[in-house]
Nanobody, 129 residues
Framework: QVQLVESGGGLVPPGGSLRLSCIAS???????????VGWFRQVPGSEREFVAA????????YYGNSVKCRFTMSRDNAKNTVYLQMNSLRTEDTALYYC???????????????????WGQGTQVTVSS
């Protein structure tokens, strides 16, 4: 079992920055570093969109096309925490942001929300002037 709690969302003007955090409580007997973690976002009436993902070691990161070169994902396994640094925010980045984790994912599955077993409750990001 893995419990995930996101934080760091809020209201920011276009061009601004935010850093989201996702803290994991792992009760499975496995170390947090064995879990891949993804960030997804969703607006009402739409499917969850892949934002970014990171492998357990933190050595490999992957990004959705709409956020490449603006967002950076990282993790600190000693703190059971992953981060999403979001720069140059746009109004279209407004969404509910979720982190998700799983320990069985291959690289090609990291962008598929249906492959993740564990999800947080989400944190709202609103980009508006």
């Amino acid at each position: 079992q893995v419990q995930l709690v996101e934080s760091g969302g809020g209201l920011v003007p276009p061009g601004g920055s935010l850093r989201l955090s996702c803290i994991a409580s792992v009760n499975s007997g496995r170390a947090f570093r064995t879990y891949s973690v993804g960030w997804f976002r969703q607006v009402p009436g739409s499917e969850r969109e892949f934002v970014a993902a990171i492998k357990g070691s933190g050595s490999s990161t992957y990004y959705g096309n709409s956020v490449k070169c603006r967002f950076t994902m990282s993790r600190d396994n000693a703190k059971n925490t992953v981060y999403l640094q979001m720069n140059s925010l746009r109004t279209e980045d407004t969404a509910l942001y979720y982190c998700a984790a799983d320990d069985q994912l291959i690289t090609s599955s990291l962008g598929n929300p249906y492959q993740y077993d564990y999800w947080g409750q989400g944190t709202q990001v609103t980009v508006s002037s």
